[in-house]
C-alpha cells in the first residue's frame, strides 16, 4: 500500500484506496465493538482518525506509543472528521507506558509545564506547531531576503571581534587550555559571535545587500522571558544608503512579508491573526528618542528605573512607548551617541550628541530589532576607536573606510523575539527547540 503522510489524507485524493501511515498515538478509545485511535505524524495538526475491530486491540497500544497502520481510507459518517482509516493490520513500533509518560491523554498541559520536558515536548500539539510554524516563518526570512536582492552570507560563530562591546562574551577554547594567548588554540581570545554585523560590513563592501540568519551568543545573565544565551538573529547590511528611513523602510516590508505564516497560527487566540494583520496594515509611528522621553516623563505612570535624557531605554519603558502610539510597532531613533556602539554614525548636526541608531519596539516584547547608519567617515571612525582604545583591534576595520567606503547601515532582528510577537507567546523559551540561558544547557 501506498504509504501516506496524515495531512495528505486529508486531501480527498486517496480516498478509496489502500494506505499505510506511520506515527504516534494522540487519542486512543476502545469500546466493545471498535476501537478508535487518531494518529499524528507531525506533517500538520491534523490527526487522522483510526477505527479498528475491538479485536485488533493489542495491550501495547495507547496513548503516546508509535504505530504502523494499514487499512482502507474512507469518507466519515461523521461530521467531525472528512475522512478516517478503515484498519486492516495495526502495528506497535514503540509503546509508551502511560504511567511515566509525563503527558496524559485528554489534558491540555501549559507551556510552562511541557517546557520540564525538551526532550519529550515536540510530541504535544502546542509544541509541535510551534515547531512548524518556526520552520516556516524561517523559510519566509529567506525567500524575503532572496526576492529582495539580498546576498545570504554566513558569517562566522567563532571571533576575535566584540561588535557591540557590551562584555557578554563566551570565550572559546578546548577543554584543559589556560586562557592566557600563549597555549590557546587561536593565539588570541575568541568568543562565539554577538552579532555577525561586522562581518557583514565586510561584505557590503562589495555587495550593496546582503544578510544573515544564523545562532548569536550572549552571556546575558537574565532570566527575564525575552532573553536567552543563545538566540538567532536576522541581520542585513545595506550599501549606498543616508537615511535611517531606508531602514525602517526594508523593516516594514519585511514584517509584512514574513508574516504569511500567521496564517499557521494555531497557539494564539483567533483574534490574534486580525490583530496582526490590522497591526501590519496601519504605518508604525517613528518617534525620536528625545521625544520618547519627553513621553515617558510626561506620563504618570511610576518606572523602576529612570528616565532622564542620556539613559538607556528599560523593557518598561519600551512596553510604554509602544502602548503610548496605540499598540503598534514603533520606531525610536537617534538614541545618545554615548549609548551606542564605537560603528554608529555620529549626527553630528544635532543638537543634542546623538547617533543615527534606530530601535523597533514591538507589543508584547519591547524591542524586536535594533540598527543605525554606520560611521563611514575615516577621521571620525578612527577617533572613535581611539576613545575606547581600539584602534589597533580594528585596524582592519578602518580599512573599509579607507578603500571604496559608502555610506550604509543594517539592523539586527532577534528571531525567537518575533515569534513571541506573532504568537504572542510569553516566554521566550517556548518559541525555540532546545533554550540556553543561565544555570540551563539541558540536552
Ligand atoms: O540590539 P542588538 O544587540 O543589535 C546588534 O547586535 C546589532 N549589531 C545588530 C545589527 O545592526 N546588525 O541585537 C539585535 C536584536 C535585539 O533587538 C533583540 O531582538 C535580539 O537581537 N536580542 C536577543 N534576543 C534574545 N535573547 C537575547 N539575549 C538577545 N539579545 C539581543
Ligand atoms: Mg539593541
Same mark, same amino acid.
Given at each position: 500500500?501506498?504509504?501516506?503522510?496524515?495531512?495528505?489524507?486529508?486531501?480527498?485524493?486517496?480516498?478509496?484506496?489502500?494506505?499505510?501511515?506511520?506515527?504516534?498515538?494522540?487519542?486512543?478509545?476502545? #469500546?466493545?465493538?471498535? %476501537?478508535?485511535?487518531?494518529? @499524528?505524524?507531525? =506533517? /500538520? !495538526?491534523?490527526?487522522?482518525?483510526?477505527? *479498528?475491530? &475491538?479485536?485488533?486491540?493489542?495491550?501495547?497500544?495507547?496513548?503516546?506509543?508509535?504505530?504502523?497502520?494499514?487499512?482502507?481510507?474512507?469518507?466519515?459518517?461523521?461530521?467531525?472528521?472528512?475522512?478516517?482509516?478503515?484498519?486492516?493490520?495495526?502495528?506497535?513500533?514503540?509503546?509508551?507506558?502511560?504511567?511515566?509518560?509525563?503527558?496524559?491523554?485528554?489534558?491540555?498541559?501549559?507551556?510552562?509545564?511541557?517546557? #520540564?520536558?525538551?526532550? %519529550?515536548?515536540?510530541?504535544? @500539539?502546542?509544541? =509541535? /506547531? !510551534?515547531?512548524?510554524?518556526?520552520?516556516? *516563518?524561517? &523559510?519566509?526570512?529567506?525567500?524575503?531576503?532572496?526576492?529582495?536582492?539580498?546576498?545570504?552570507?554566513?558569517?562566522?560563530?567563532?571571533?576575535?571581534?566584540?561588535?557591540?562591546?557590551?562584555?557578554?562574551?563566551?570565550?572559546?577554547?578546548?577543554?584543559?587550555?589556560?586562557?592566557?594567548?600563549?597555549?590557546?588554540?587561536?593565539?588570541?581570545?575568541?568568543?562565539?559571535?554577538?552579532?555577525?554585523?561586522?562581518?557583514?560590513?565586510?561584505?557590503?563592501?562589495?555587495?550593496?545587500?546582503?544578510?544573515?540568519?544564523?545562532?548569536?551568543?550572549?552571556?546575558?545573565?537574565?532570566?527575564?522571558?525575552?532573553?536567552?544565551?543563545?538566540?538567532?538573529?536576522?541581520?542585513?547590511?545595506?550599501?549606498?544608503?543616508?537615511?535611517?528611513?531606508?531602514?525602517?523602510?526594508?523593516?516594514?516590508?519585511?514584517?509584512?512579508?514574513?508574516?504569511?505564516?500567521?496564517?499557521?497560527?494555531?497557539?494564539?487566540?483567533?483574534?490574534?491573526?486580525?490583530?496582526?494583520?490590522?497591526?501590519?496594515?496601519?504605518?508604525?509611528?517613528?518617534?525620536?528618542?528625545?521625544?520618547?522621553?519627553?513621553?515617558?516623563?510626561?506620563?504618570?505612570?511610576?518606572?523602576?528605573?529612570?528616565?532622564?535624557?542620556?539613559?538607556?531605554?528599560?523593557?518598561?519603558?519600551?512596553?510604554?512607548?509602544?502602548?503610548?502610539?496605540?499598540?503598534?510597532?514603533?520606531?525610536?531613533?537617534?538614541?545618545?551617541?554615548?549609548?551606542?556602539?564605537?560603528?554608529?554614525?555620529?549626527?553630528?548636526?544635532?543638537?543634542?550628541?546623538?547617533?543615527?541608531?534606530?530601535?523597533?519596539?514591538?507589543?508584547?516584547?519591547?524591542?524586536?530589532?535594533?540598527?543605525?547608519?554606520?560611521?563611514?567617515?575615516?577621521?571620525?571612525?578612527?577617533?572613535?576607536?581611539?576613545?575606547?582604545?581600539?584602534?589597533?583591534?580594528?585596524?582592519?576595520?578602518?580599512?573599509?573606510?579607507?578603500?571604496?567606503?559608502?555610506?550604509?547601515?543594517?539592523?539586527?532582528?532577534?528571531?525567537?523575539?518575533?515569534?513571541?510577537?506573532?504568537?504572542?507567546?510569553?516566554?521566550?523559551?517556548?518559541?525555540?527547540?532546545?533554550?540556553?540561558?543561565?544555570?540551563?544547557?539541558?540536552?
Amino acid at each position: 500500500p501506498t504509504k501516506l503522510r496524515v495531512s495528505e489524507a486529508f486531501l480527498d485524493a486517496q480516498v478509496g484506496e489502500k494506505v499505510r501511515i506511520q506515527g504516534w498515538v494522540r487519542s486512543f478509545r476502545p #469500546q466493545k465493538q471498535n %476501537l478508535f485511535l487518531h494518529v @499524528n505524524d507531525g =506533517s /500538520s !495538526l491534523k490527526s487522522l482518525q483510526v477505527i *479498528a475491530p &475491538a479485536a485488533m486491540n493489542d495491550p501495547l497500544l495507547g496513548f503516546g506509543c508509535a504505530v504502523e497502520v494499514r487499512g482502507i481510507l474512507k469518507k466519515s459518517p461523521h461530521s467531525k472528521q472528512p475522512v478516517e482509516l478503515e484498519a486492516e493490520q495495526i502495528w506497535v513500533i514503540g509503546e509508551c507506558n502511560p504511567v511515566d509518560f509525563p503527558f496524559k491523554i485528554k489534558e491540555r498541559h501549559s507551556l510552562e509545564y511541557i517546557r #520540564q520536558f525538551l526532550h %519529550l515536548r515536540c510530541r504535544t @500539539n502546542a509544541f =509541535s /506547531s !510551534l515547531l512548524r510554524i518556526r520552520s516556516e *516563518a524561517t &523559510a519566509a526570512v529567506h525567500s524575503y531576503f532572496k526576492n529582495n536582492g539580498f546576498l545570504l552570507v554566513h558569517t562566522p560563530t567563532i571571533t576575535s571581534n566584540d561588535c557591540e562591546g557590551a562584555g557578554e562574551l563566551f570565550q572559546v577554547e578546548p577543554p584543559g587550555t589556560t586562557f592566557a594567548n600563549e597555549g590557546s588554540f587561536f593565539s588570541v581570545p575568541v568568543y562565539l559571535t554577538v552579532s555577525g554585523q561586522l562581518h557583514l560590513e565586510v561584505m557590503s563592501g562589495a555587495f550593496p545587500r546582503v544578510y544573515t540568519f544564523g545562532p548569536t551568543f550572549r552571556a546575558e545573565n537574565s532570566q527575564s522571558r525575552r532573553h536567552l544565551a543563545e538566540f538567532f538573529m536576522v541581520e542585513a547590511e545595506i550599501s549606498f544608503t543616508e537615511s535611517i528611513e531606508d531602514l525602517t523602510k526594508v523593516w516594514k516590508t519585511a514584517a509584512s512579508d514574513f508574516t504569511i505564516i500567521s496564517a499557521y497560527i494555531f497557539l494564539s487566540p483567533l483574534h490574534l491573526k486580525d490583530t496582526l494583520d490590522d497591526m501590519l496594515r496601519k504605518s508604525f509611528p517613528v518617534i525620536t528618542y528625545t521625544e520618547a522621553i519627553d513621553i515617558l516623563k510626561r506620563s504618570s505612570e511610576t518606572f523602576t528605573f529612570p528616565t532622564d535624557w542620556g539613559c538607556d531605554l528599560m523593557t518598561e519603558h519600551e512596553k510604554f512607548l509602544v502602548k503610548h502610539c496605540g499598540n503598534i510597532p514603533v520606531f525610536v531613533t537617534d538614541y545618545p551617541h554615548d549609548l551606542k556602539p564605537f560603528y554608529a554614525r555620529d549626527n553630528q548636526d544635532h543638537p543634542k550628541h546623538t547617533a543615527a541608531a534606530v530601535d523597533l519596539l514591538v507589543p508584547g516584547v519591547g524591542e524586536l530589532s535594533g540598527g543605525s547608519l554606520r560611521e563611514e567617515r575615516l577621521d571620525l571612525l578612527r577617533s572613535r576607536l581611539g576613545e575606547c582604545g581600539l584602534e589597533d583591534t580594528y585596524s582592519w576595520y578602518l580599512d573599509l573606510r579607507r578603500f571604496g567606503s559608502v555610506p550604509h547601515g543594517g539592523f539586527g532582528l532577534g528571531f525567537e523575539r518575533y515569534l513571541q510577537c506573532i504568537l504572542g507567546v510569553d516566554n521566550i523559551k517556548d518559541v525555540i527547540p532546545f533554550p540556553r540561558f543561565s544555570h540551563s544547557c539541558l540536552l
